[in-house]
């Protein structure tokens, strides 16, 4: 009869140091959200939600937000739409495409922010100096770091669903290409194309160095934000703090869509075997 392992205190006394070590700044944070003062006492004086009535009504910190939302959505959709159809082609055409593609997707994973944004200022004031300083050039960095997340999220999902068998099935069957695209290889990627989209979504929207170097406070992300109210003399931390939270959550809420998403996919491809 075969031996259950036992479950030993201490796995569960690690869990529990770790679950406190995560989890402690952040409660920390929250309570700082909505304190009317917290100063020597182990817990806030009182709490309030006048703080976060404050970000609501402020107009730079509502700006801040919606801007690198949509930064972050533009972003996520350009970086899908221009690496799903090269991936696409390397699966079922031209193989020796997927080394190009490897080294594309590791340069800005073995490069320092630094030195890209650095790459940038020096490629566009040699070649295109109209661009320096715009949402364009952010906007194009954005796309190269987010593109390595896209990429292994879109060629792992298009490895699991066999694409290259689906695409030759299809065509025996008399699908053209873009039937073939929309109605058979899509839905069959669609976990990896929602883990796609929420990992570059996160990167652009998470990202403070190249935002700083390329573009500086003419556009201002919440990065940004959290940065240049952390350096000033006057900053309001109890908002600072609110910021911190909505980051917090909405980091929280992208990371759990894509271990559901990964879950779900996994799920599904033992029920078909």
């Given at each position: 009869?075969?031996?259950?392992?036992?479950?030993?205190?201490?796995?569960?006394?690690?869990?529990?140091i770790?679950?406190?070590?995560?989890?402690?700044?952040?409660?920390?944070?929250?309570?700082?959200?909505?304190?009317?003062?917290?100063?020597?006492?182990?817990?806030?004086?009182?709490?309030?939600?006048?703080h976060?009535n404050?970000?609501?009504?402020?107009?730079?910190?509502?700006?801040?937000?919606?801007?690198?939302?949509?930064?972050?959505?533009?972003?996520?959709?350009?970086?899908?739409?221009l690496?799903?159809?090269?991936?696409?082609?390397?699966?079922?055409?031209?193989p020796?495409?997927?080394?190009?593609?490897?080294?594309?997707?590791?340069?800005?994973l073995?490069?320092?922010?630094?030195?890209?944004?650095?790459?940038?200022?020096?490629?566009?004031?040699?070649?295109?100096?109209?661009?320096?300083?715009?949402?364009?050039?952010?906007?194009?960095?954005?796309?190269?770091?987010?593109?390595?997340?896209?990429?292994?999220?879109?060629d792992?999902?298009?490895?699991?669903?066999?694409?290259?068998?689906?695409?030759?099935?299809?065509?025996?069957?008399?699908?053209?290409?873009?039937?073939?695209?929309?109605?058979?290889?899509?839905?069959?990627i669609?976990?990896?194309?929602?883990?796609?989209?929420?990992?570059?979504?996160?990167?652009?929207?998470?990202?403070?160095?190249?935002?700083?170097?390329?573009?500086?406070?003419?556009?201002e992300?919440?990065?940004?934000?959290?940065?240049n109210?952390?350096?000033?003399?006057?900053?309001?931390?109890?908002?600072?703090?609110?910021?911190?939270?909505?980051?917090?959550?909405?980091?929280?809420?992208?990371?759990?869509?894509v271990?559901?998403?990964?879950?779900?996919?996994?799920?599904?491809?033992?029920?078909?075997?």
């Amino acid at each position: 009869m075969a031996v259950k392992p036992k479950t030993g205190w201490s796995s569960l006394a690690l869990l529990v140091i770790v679950a406190v070590y995560i989890l402690l700044p952040m409660l920390a944070t929250l309570l700082y959200s909505i304190a009317t003062s917290w100063t020597t006492n182990p817990l806030p004086e009182g709490y309030t939600a006048a703080h976060w009535n404050e970000a609501a009504r402020n107009d730079r910190f509502m700006a801040v937000l919606s801007r690198s939302m949509l930064l972050g959505i533009a972003v996520a959709a350009a970086t899908v739409a221009l690496a799903l159809p090269a991936i696409y082609w390397q699966r079922i055409r031209t193989p020796q495409l997927r080394l190009v593609l490897q080294v594309l997707a590791a340069v800005p994973l073995t490069l320092p922010i630094l030195v890209i944004a650095l790459g940038l200022l020096q490629f566009s004031g040699d070649y295109l100096p109209a661009i320096q300083g715009s949402i364009g050039l952010l906007f194009a960095a954005h796309i190269a770091i987010a593109f390595p997340f896209v990429y292994w999220s879109l060629d792992n999902s298009m490895a699991a669903a066999r694409v290259d068998l689906l695409s030759e099935a299809a065509r025996t069957c008399g699908a053209g290409p873009v039937a073939v695209m929309s109605d058979v290889i899509l839905p069959n990627i669609t976990p990896g194309i929602a883990t796609a989209l929420i990992m570059a979504f996160g990167t652009s929207f998470n990202e403070v160095a190249l935002a700083q170097m390329l573009i500086g406070t003419r556009f201002e992300t919440v990065q940004l934000y959290l940065l240049n109210m952390l350096k000033g003399a006057d900053a309001n931390y109890n908002l600072l703090a609110v910021m911190t939270v909505i980051n917090f959550v909405v980091t929280l809420i992208l990371s759990t869509i894509v271990i559901w998403l990964n879950g779900n996919a996994m799920t599904g491809g033992e029920i078909e075997k």
